[in-house]
């Protein structure tokens, strides 16, 4: 494990912290958009799922936890919005003070992301069924 100077740690922590913002936001848009059945929806969900994998990278590079492999059991299946809600609540702990381990914390953030792009995939498939 690398030292940082206090004020690269600073840096990263801002970082974090706006990646989080920037991914609550899009989760709770992609939440709105999937309750409605948006038509954009998957590219709503896309873009959710990445500002996550963002802040799961940004909290692996913070805290060095390059030795975490987080196992995410699939949930193929499962409708979209139940993923997306479920993504929401996973951030939302994260968000509220990591009240946990910080692994565990980021096992949270990288399984919020890999249910979005289950539900990603799931819209891309609905919608390409409809066209074909």
């Not at 709503?44 to 059991?73: G, H, M, Q």
Request: hydrophobic share 40%; aromatic share 8%; charged share 35%.
């Amino acid at each position: 494990m690398s030292k940082r100077s206090p004020v690269e740690e600073e840096f990263l922590e801002s970082k974090l912290e706006k990646s989080l913002e920037d991914a609550w936001s899009k989760v709770n848009i992609a939440f709105d958009k999937t309750s409605k059945s948006s038509a954009d929806v998957a590219m709503v969900i896309w873009f959710a799922a990445e500002a996550l994998e963002y802040s799961s990278l940004l909290f692996n590079l913070t805290y060095s936890l390059e030795d975490v492999r987080p196992t995410v059991k699939p949930r193929k299946g499962e409708a979209a919005l139940v993923l997306v809600k479920d993504s929401m609540e996973l951030l939302k702990q994260v968000r509220e003070g990591r009240r946990w381990s910080v692994p565990d914390a980021y096992v949270n953030l990288r399984t919020a992301a890999d249910y979005l792009k289950v539900a990603h995939l799931d819209q891309v498939k609905k919608s390409t069924k409809k066209r074909g």
